[in-house]
């Protein structure tokens, strides 16, 4: 189903006001990949693209054309790994959010 435009301007309104919905959003993002979730993970990945930095200067600062990162980030897009991370590793700078992964173990049943 595809977001309203109401939806995409709430979000994006609620992403210059607020910080911590921002990094939720980077973050929600990217664990998503994480955990398998691509489309999900993608998704909300455009969704934070879209509220704060946009597609243009993400382009600029990627060198990658602002097309093909919204086609790597749509519903069929297949980002490499490499762009993908580079993507990444982008928007922590930009927004001076510092992701990293921790493992979370879990006990087994006896």
């Not at 969704?47 to 069929?76: C, H, Q, W």
């Not at 297949?78 to 173990?105: D, H, M, T, Y």
Request: net charge positive; hydrophobic share 45%; proline share 3%.
């Amino acid at each position: 189903m595809a977001l309203t435009l109401d939806f995409k301007e709430t979000v994006k309104a609620r992403a210059e006001r607020d910080v911590a919905f921002r990094e939720a959003l980077l973050t929600e993002a990217v664990e998503r990949l994480i955990a398998g979730e691509v489309d999900v993970g993608k998704a909300v990945l455009r969704d934070y693209i879209n509220a704060t930095v946009g597609f243009e200067k993400l382009a600029k600062a990627t060198g990658t054309p602002s097309k093909s990162l919204m086609r790597m980030f749509g519903p069929k897009g297949n980002p490499r790994a490499n762009n993908l991370f580079a993507v990444i590793g982008k928007l922590q700078r930009v927004s001076g959010v510092r992701l990293a992964v921790a493992s979370e173990s879990r006990k087994r049943a006896a």
